[in-house]
């Protein structure tokens, strides 16, 4: 690797990062025998929506189930090499042993601390992948450093992408923080974001004073989300039940019966699909209802959200993704106007017709919103 001690790998979507480095990892397991590799990203759900997967694919004619450890996330080699994934948040792992080799994938969201612990421990190489989303401690920390070497790819270096991939990609130019980081794969600047105060949270309270359920629905292009929310001490709890295009109602309705959810429940839905909604309900025996619209009606419930802090449990990785994105637009001077982009919104969507429909009468304790050309 010319000396160098870590790789940064930064770049836009569909550049090719994670599939690359996961082949290199493969490789290096293969030939070199063994070593211990770790692969490590934010959440074992991000990993496994992810790298895990990707690694399966990667492999190919290769894998072997049988050298698959599914409990601990760990694929051995016959040469006595192992590749393990485990999550920035299991302080076990971070803080224990050390490796030969460590790839953070998205490390944009992994800790300085964490990385700091886990670069101590690793012996030979570290890679680092991410999305450029904003200034962050690989620029402030890593880069500039004799032994670190960088390297830079957009959905262009990608040999592998259909005309459609492209072509979908090169639709949001016009979007010019999003089209600079996933476009280019350049440093953007995370501002303008909608929704500030949330968090992620390992798991749903057990006690609450309200619960509902919330349905936004995709098909083709847009996935449906379906949520279930709590209200508890005058915060907002939410745990995506599902996200995912090509559902159909009786994919909904078993998705809903699959998470237990009483027939008698609060649900409610997009009420652009009436038909969908009595679908549901003739087919599971729900009670959803449609939710409200009018003019000013998605402003108007933005600030009803807003109004709450947003607990998002850590294995909803759909709406962890879209409050990271979700913002205001810009007029033709830059500045901020009161109108949301039409993108990272189905999960959100689906949470403001939740909030408007059933907490309209709750009076949460609420900070003052700041004004919307300041919110970063």
């Not at 490789?27 to 895990?52: M, N, Y």
């Not at 004799?146 to 492209?166: C, M």
């Not at 953007?188 to 349905?215: D, H, N, Q």
Request: hydrophobic share 40%; aromatic share 10%; glycine share 8%.
């Amino acid at each position: 690797m010319n000396n160098h001690h870590v790789i940064v790998n930064k770049g836009g979507t569909r550049s090719g990062k994670t599939w690359s480095l996961l082949q290199l990892c493969a490789t290096l397991a293969t030939h070199c025998d063994g070593i211990l590799i770790s692969v490590v990203g934010e959440t074992i759900p991000f990993l496994k929506r992810g790298a895990i997967r990707d690694f399966h694919s990667m492999m190919g004619g290769a894998w072997n189930a049988d050298k698959w450890n599914a409990t601990d996330l760990v694929y051995s080699f016959d040469n006595g090499s192992q590749i393990e994934f485990f999550s920035a948040d299991n302080e076990g792992k971070v803080h224990g042993s050390a490796r030969d080799v460590l790839f953070i994938n998205e490390c944009y969201f992994v800790d300085w601390e964490i990385y700091r612990q886990l670069e101590v421990r690793t012996r030979a190489l570290i890679f680092l992948d991410y999305n450029p989303r904003s200034r962050f401690w690989v620029d402030d920390n890593i880069l500039g450093k004799p032994d670190v070497a960088l390297i830079h790819s957009t959905y262009k270096d990608n040999p592998f992408l259909t005309d459609r991939q492209r072509q979908a990609i090169e639709a949001y130019k016009d979007d010019e923080n999003w089209w600079r980081v996933y476009g280019l794969g350049e440093m953007g600047s995370v501002e303008g974001l909608i929704y500030t105060r949330w968090a992620t949270v390992p798991e749903m309270p057990s006690t609450f004073k309200r619960e509902f359920y919330c349905i936004d629905f995709g098909f083709t292009n847009d996935p449906t989300s379906i949520l279930r929310v709590r209200l508890s001490g005058g915060e907002l709890w939410v745990e995506e039940l599902a996200y995912r295009n090509a559902m159909l109602n009786g994919d909904i309705v078993n998705v809903l019966q699959q998470n237990h959810v009483q027939k008698n429940a609060q649900i409610v839905c997009d009420s652009a699909e009436k038909k969908s909604i009595a679908e549901i309900n003739n087919i599971g025996g729900f009670r959803a209802v449609a939710c409200v619209k009018g003019i000013g009606s998605v402003v108007s419930g933005i600030t009803m959200v807003q109004a709450y802090k947003i607990n998002v449990t850590k294995n909803s990785l759909g709406v962890i993704d879209e409050l990271r994105n979700y913002s205001w637009k810009r007029d033709a001077n830059g500045n901020y106007i009161n109108i949301p982009i039409d993108r990272y919104n189905h999960s959100l969507d689906a949470l403001r017709y939740g909030v408007t429909t059933f907490l309209q009468t709750q009076r949460p304790i609420r900070t003052p919103r700041p004004h919307i050309g300041h919110i970063c």
